[in-house]
Structure formats: C-alpha cells, structure tokens
C-alpha cells in the first residue's frame, strides 16, 4: 500500500464559471491552475467540451488548449474530450494537428461519445452534420486515419495533421467506450467523477479483451476522481458542498454556476436528491492530506488505475490551487521524475 499512490496524477479542468464570476475570470484562472500544476508535477491537464451550461467555459475546447499550452512549457495540455459527435473528424484532425504542430510533443486528443448538452443544444451543435453515436467508431476510425501519413486513402488530407503523432485516448463511462478502446488498442479513461456506475466492469472487460496496437502494446486506464483537499477534514467537507450543489442542481435539470460552498446540505436537498448525488460523487477523496491519501490509495486498489486524473471544482480559485498542491504532494510528484512513455505511439 506504501506505493499505491506511485502513479502519474492530471488535472480535469472545466474552466468552471463561479456564481457572479465571468468565463474571461475562468479562463485567467484556468491558465493559473496549469501553470502551477505544471510546477507541482502533474502529468497533463485536460479541459472538457460542454455546451450550454452555464457553470462552464470550457465549450470552445480547442481554443482554450491553445490558451493553456501557449501559456505553460512542459504539461501536456489535451481534451478530456471532445464530443466526436458534434464535430466532423476532419475538422477535428485540423484543430489538432494545428495544435500539435504550434506545440510539438504536448498535444492530447481525448474523445467521446456523448453530446456535452441537452436536447436542443445538441441539435444546435449537429443540425444536419448526420453524425451519432450509433457511427461513433466509424467516425473514431475516420479521425485516426487523417493522422496517418497519406491520410485515409479517401483523397481528403488533413493539413496541418497528416503524419503528426496526435495521441488519441478514448473516454467513456460504459462498457461500449470499454469494448472499442480494447477494440482498437487505445488507452481509456473513465469519466467516473460524475458517472461512476460501471467502472470496475468497464474496466475489466477493457483489459480482458484488449489487443495490442501500433500505439499501445498493454492496456493503459486512466479514472477520473473528485478531490477536495483542504488543511482539516471539516473544511473539506465544506468546498465539496460547491460540487454537491452542482450536481443537485444537474439532478434538477436547472444547471447553474458554481455556487459557493454552505455549511450544510441538509435543508437543500431531499433524501432522495442526496442518494443521487452521494452516487453520482462516489468516487471522491474529501478532506485533510492523510484523509485524501487514504482515499485515493483505495481506489487506486479497487481499480488499479494507471493514472488518475483529478477535478476539482472548488467555488474559491485560491482553495482549488490548495486542494492540487495537496495532493500533488501526496505522491512526490516532481516534473524530472515523470515516468517514461509504456509504448511507442502515446505518451500514457
């Protein structure tokens, strides 16, 4: 247990909106967050596309990428994901490839299935792209394809891409991302600090039935946990009530900003309402150092992850930078010391 924590930890970012904050506050305080987290050791930092929710700014996903890897030197800067869905692949191979050749060696290409909004704004997003989930690996085909030198054989190239070594991870919280990622030899990475229902099976059905590719040769897990680390364990318990907050609010169908934290849920919510959230959040470490250490450790146990990505969305940008200083700590994290590559095309 002594080494459970010995294994690479990033950031999820979703550039999130405080109540009475701006996205342009977001974003100067998403680029402070990387650039210390770059300091602290983190592995990479990935933002998230979601549309139309008002607590996030992270929707132009490629555009803040951009932001943040033009503002740090050495972190891994990616999409924890992009929606493929929304967007046609080519499109996508062009905005990674222009990312990958402005910053060489530092790009991640995350992506996944799910629309990032509701009804209405997903029709907004696709209109008559003819894009589903139901032609997610063919369209997951299509974008590896334009990163291959001579393209996809269609005589469509993607310029700037072709040729570019563009890590592509594939995210999900089911068993069909699980299936496909073993399908196609990618790393995978579950998103379960908000859908943590199907973890464990996800996770074994991918490294059960995992084939090895030209850009992995041995399955490489990634899982998403919420961290809230604080000086004591009660003013843990009281940032995390900002998360609680949200996702009552998702529960509700009535997203909002990030709401400041409170000194109790009880009044908030019904039992019900807390029952759905408590699931939702299972998979969090809240409280002091050796608090979150114990927690983590666990998980890492139950999953045996390769790497752990953390999000935190504490409402105080100060208490957030903390809560990854925390845990940075927790596993020694030093830049110098980062683990070296598992294959030859991705850097895990």
Sequence with gaps: MENALNIPFSVL?????????????????????????????????????????????????????????????????????????????????????????LFPGRIDLGVGRAP???????????????????????????????????????????????????????????????????????????????????????????????????????PYAMVGVNVFAADTDEEARRLFTSLQQTFLNLVRGLPREIPPPVDSMDRLWTPAEQSQVDRMTRYSAVGSAETVRLGLQEIVRTTRADELILASQIFDHAARLRSYEIAAGLRGLQPSAQAQPASAGIVP
């Design 116 to 218: 990032g909004g509701d009804r209405r704004t997903t029709w907004a997003l696709r209109r008559h792209l003819g894009s589903s989930g139901d032609t997610f690996p063919d369209d997951l085909i299509e974008l590896m394809a334009y990163f291959r030198p001579g393209g996809p054989g269609n005589g469509v190239h993607a310029v700037p891409g072709e040729g570019l070594s563009v890590p592509v991870w594939l995210l999900g919280s089911s068993d069909f991302s699980a299936r496909l990622a073993a399908r196609l030899g990618l790393p995978f990475a579950f998103a379960s600090h908000f859908a943590p229902d199907f973890l464990l099976g996800a996770l074994d059905i991918y490294r059960r039935e995992f084939e090895p590719s030209d850009v992995l040769d041995k």
């Design 13 to 101: 970012d979703l550039a999130p909106i405080r109540r009475g904050g701006t996205a342009a506050e977001s974003f100067r305080n998403t680029l402070d967050l990387a650039r210390h987290a770059e300091r602290w050791g983190y592995r990479r930092f990935w933002l998230a596309e979601h549309h139309s929710i008002p607590g996030v700014a992270s929707a132009a996903t490629a555009v803040l990428i951009a932001h943040v890897a033009g503002g740090t030197s050495r972190i891994r800067v990616g999409s924890g994901g992009i929606m493929l869905p929304n967007h046609a692949p080519l499109v996508i191979a062009e905005q990674f490839g222009t990312l990958e050749s």
